[in-house]
């Protein structure tokens, strides 16, 4: 079947014209915050096989027992570890070749888990949509290929929303192979894909205003998405902007604010810079960028993590040295804050809910490869029971 497009009228044009419409939380006000202390007693084992930086996780159910997957690309295989027993559980192994095959899933790609009979994987190498099962059958391919426009991020992991049956992911148009001086980017939306039938409506989503006129990195216009079923909406995350959009991409978004003085104005994008490569400038000013990270929801306490880091200095960039100062923001149902926990560490690949608490992963650099282990991984935990 043909995949048709449809252009949502200009509902959302403008997050500056919602924000003033929608209601907006103040930080003054926030609640009472806990004396929550970050824990460190929870890890899980690594096979051989498995490389430490491995961004293609989820957390899921099969039966009643709560699991983690870990996508193994060496192996083509699917890891399930029992969050118990804290051991690996299975391994689930994909076809590499032939109709029933997984392929492609190199940077950009995705995984959401739905349930055990729907497991989606996405390859922007391919731009495919493979939906499989917990046997490792893969029972459905969409492709996108033939529409004009990028899906997913520049980043490695490009982030899936999922409600009723579709996904919901970043498109933007594909840049020209040169582009011109006076070149104006084309408004950011979301697409929304039928895993049915594969058909695909677009729902613009304007950059918020701190975008607007400004040389900024490709990878800091990459947003998180995430889907809360009690709201039955989305919340979107914008890498510069201290604000969340809540919307349902009906009518226009409600605006709360998740503001961290870690954030700083940003640096623009200098083509002139010699310090790296220009093939390595967008990622230069990546992490030379302070910037809201991912944005996480606990459906059993309703409750919303932001994730906060500061930008590095040139010469941290320059050693490979990724730590820096973090943070979490803790929000209740209605965008309030109820905690801030700061902390030191790299990149987050690996977090969770589970019975209260919230886990995710120490820095790597420091307790694997610096401390010779490479067959464990090491979560930090926070208690999430705000009365």
């Keep these: 079947m043909k995949n048709k497009i449809k252009f949502w009228p200009m509902l959302l044009y403008s997050m500056l014209v919602a924000a003033c419409s929608a209601p907006q939380n ?3 006000q926030s609640l009472p915050k806990s004396q929550t202390k970050i824990e460190e007693d929870f890890k899980l084992p690594l096979d051989s096989e498995t490389s430490l930086y491995n961004r293609l996780n989820s957390k899921g159910k099969i039966g009643d027992k709560e699991v983690y997957f870990l996508f193994n690309q060496n192996s083509n295989t699917l890891q399930v570890y029992d969050l118990d027993s804290k051991s690996m559980d299975q391994k689930i192994t994909f076809n590499w070749d032939g109709p029933n095959s997984l392929q492609g899933l190199m ?3 995705g995984f959401h888990y739905v349930n055990s009979d729907s497991l989606i994987f996405y390859s922007g190498m391919f731009k495919t949509i493979y939906l499989a099962n917990i046997n490792g059958e893969v029972y459905k391919k969409i492709s996108l290929a033939n529409h ?4 997913g991020s520049v980043l490695p992991k490009s982030p899936i929303a ?5 996904v919901y992911m970043q498109s933007l148009p594909v840049y020209p192979p040169t582009i011109p001086e006076d070149y104006v980017h084309p408004p950011n939306r979301i697409s ?8 695909m409506e677009e729902f613009e989503l304007d950059y918020p205003e701190i975008y607007k006129n400004r040389k900024i990195s490709q990878q800091l216009k990459m947003l998180d998405i995430v889907y809360n079923p009690k709201l039955d909406k989305f919340i979107v995350s914008f ?6 959009y809540v919307t349902d991409f009906k009518s226009n978004p409600e605006v709360y604010g998740a503001k961290s003085d870690l954030v700083k104005n940003p640096i623009e994008t200098d083509k002139n810079n010699t310090l790296v490569e220009q093939s390595a400038l967008s990622n230069f000013y990546f992490w030379m960028n302070s910037s809201y990270e991912k944005i996480l929801y606990d459906i059993e306490n309703d409750i919303y993590i932001r994730e906060v880091r500061a930008g590095l200095s040139e010469q941290d960039y320059l050693n490979r040295k990724f730590k820096s100062k973090r943070e979490l923001i803790l929000l209740n149902s209605d965008f309030q804050e109820i905690d801030r926990i700061p902390y030191e560490s790299a990149e987050m690949y690996y977090s969770f809910f589970r019975k209260g608490s919230f886990f995710w992963n120490k820095n790597i650099q420091e307790f694997n490869l610096e401390a010779g282990i490479e067959d464990t991984l090491f979560f930090n935990s926070i208690d999430l029971v705000y009365k």
């Design 26 to 28: 103040e930080t003054t």
């Design 192 to 199: 929304k894909i039928s895993l049915k039938n594969g058909e």
């Design 148 to 151: 004009p426009i990028g899906f």
């Design 162 to 166: 999922y409600r009723n049956g579709f």
């Design 107 to 109: 940077y950009p790609f």
């Design 239 to 244: 890498p510069l902007s201290d604000k969340l």
